[in-house]
Structures are given as structure tokens and as C-alpha cells.
């Protein structure tokens, strides 16, 4: 069973940048595919960007594309997300899941994973 623990939100200004972290532990990392999801109040889960467990794999939504950059290193059991070029409407709790799966999967479904953290707020101010 992995632990995921996510870190790196705050506070930021339109246009800016963030890199989140997912630090994993209890379990063999590269066996696992990983996902960022985002919650905003009021709204639904959305899948922001998954990443498959060697890394060769990555899925991007529609709305991050060009702009979010998933990445992982294993021999550091982390993943990563690099927001660039952001905007007020990526405001949301950020949160990583991992699920022990095959080779070149990246869900982009949020039941397709196992292990959840705990989130980091992301706020953009306008």
C-alpha cells in the first residue's frame, strides 16, 4: 500500500507558475500509474494529468494542455506538475493518486485509482 503526501500550492498571481510534488511511500513507486486531479468548491473532480509508471505515458486534459507538464522520478519516488501560464480558473485543491497497474496505462478516470493524498490548495488571483 503507497502513502501519498502532495506539497508545493499557494498562492500565485495570473501567468505565474507552481510545481507540485507527489512524494510516495509504503510501496515499489514504479508500479504505479499516477494522476493529478483538482476540486474546486462547488464542482467536480476533474482529471488535470496522469503520467504511466516508467513515465513514457502521459494524459493531459483539454484544459492544461500546453500549460501543465506531468513528470515523475522514481528513483526519488516522486511526481511532479509544472503549471505554467496560470489562471484564476485553475484554482482548486490539487490532489495525486496512484494505482498499482501495467505498463503504459495513465487513467485518466479518478476510480480507476487506489491511493489518494491528502490535496494542496492552488489559488490564482486575477
Known amino acids: 500500500q503507497v502513502q501519498l503526501v502532495e506539497s508545493g500550492g499557494g498562492l500565485v498571481q495570473a501567468g505565474g507558475s507552481l510545481k507540485l510534488s507527489c512524494a510516495a511511500s509504503?510501496?515499489?513507486?514504479?508500479?504505479?500509474?499516477v494522476g493529478w486531479f483538482r476540486q474546486a468548491p462547488g464542482k467536480e473532480r476533474e482529471f488535470v494529468a496522469a503520467?504511466?509508471?516508467?513515465?513514457?505515458?502521459?494524459n493531459n486534459a483539454d484544459s492544461v494542455k500546453g500549460r501543465f507538464t506531468i513528470s515523475r522520478d522514481n528513483a526519488k519516488n516522486t511526481v511532479y506538475l509544472q503549471m505554467n501560464s496560470l489562471k484564476p480558473e485553475d484554482t482548486a485543491v490539487y490532489y495525486c493518486?496512484?494505482?498499482?497497474?501495467?505498463?503504459?496505462?495513465?487513467?485518466?478516470?479518478?476510480?480507476?485509482?487506489?491511493?489518494w493524498g491528502q490535496g494542496t490548495q492552488v489559488t490564482v488571483s486575477s
Open positions: 509504503g510501496g515499489t513507486f514504479s508500479r504505479y500509474a
Open positions: 503520467i504511466a509508471r516508467t513515465g513514457g505515458i502521459t
Open positions: 493518486a496512484a494505482s498499482y497497474t501495467r505498463p503504459l496505462l495513465a487513467f485518466t478516470r479518478w476510480n480507476d485509482y487506489d491511493y
